[in-house]
């Protein structure tokens, strides 16, 4: 059933670069992102683009929502379905509402559906599971191709949301008649071999777990796309190891948090956007000058002082780097998981999928 794995996280962990390729199966042709299932929607009548998901599906959409903007220009929300209900969202028929979800059955976002729905936006839903109630009661559904996901830490369902988030920003674009570089989609349908070599470095995130599993807490920092990436690298820790940790947007530091940190803090900082890696880069530097510990996950290749935990990540566009980080931030938080004893693939209090509000 494990394939030989110890555990259902670590072989869905490794089936990442499968899934991901049955994700991109049938959507790249001749350079052009085909997505049929949307072909009769007109996205120039969309004002507005609202993502509304939940725990991780959440964390994927956050950065579907970062991609859309910078590559389709439009104007968009993400929110976290509890929330989304209650909070009068602007919805009307110019809305395009996106339900991330990899059961399809989780109730906020069933009901946040429905409300977008009745308030008339045109709903797609992106979902896992075939025939679930998501697919079935949106007008239009994206599948990711992930197969059945066992363990309760979500791993390769976010990988091939994220998939397949990029891939609609980018069908959008195209559909707007904005710019999309060859480049990026050359990038994409590379993207399977590029997750196969970072999974091969899985003994240096065994080895940064190590930095772990003794604290209590943990920071992650990043910016822009990096921070949808810390969001989701905090919680997979928390879930599976329960070291408690909390993502800062790296700017925010200085406005709070850094009081926390001291002799011996772990920090961990994603710093893929060539735009401001140096800024987030800076701000390890104030947290080293206060005793942290630091794991620098980056593309940023000038020597950065002091840091002695640096992994290179592949140099591919900034638009796709969610994808490869999340690698290294799943198997970081595998490993203090299982260095500390815990029951990876059941957490205690989670369950796989949370039918009631
Ligand atoms: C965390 C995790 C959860 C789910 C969330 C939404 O690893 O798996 O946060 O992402 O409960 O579930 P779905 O995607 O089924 O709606």
Redesign the pocket.
Known sequence: KKDGYDTFMLKEIHEQPHVIAETLRGRIHQQHIVLDELKDIDFSKFNKVYFV?????YHASLCGAHVLKKVAHLPVLSEVASEFRYNDPLIDEKTLAIF???????AD?LAALRLAKEKKATTLAVANVLGSTISRDADYVLYTCAGPEIA???TK?YTTQLVLLILLAYYIAQNLNQDVHDDVIKQLQLIPQYVDNILKDEPVFAQYAHMLKDMHDAYFIGRNLDYASVLEGA??LK?VSYVHADAYVAGELKHGPIALIEDGSVVIAVATQPHIAQKTISNIQETIARGARVILLTTHHEEVKNVQNTYYLPDVEPTLQAILVAIPLQLIAYYTACLKGCDVDKPRNLAK??TVE
Do not use: D, I, M
């Open positions: 998901a939940c725990g991780t599906a991330v979800s990899q059961s399809g059955e989780t976002t309760v830490a979500s369902a919680l997979k879930e999928s949370v």
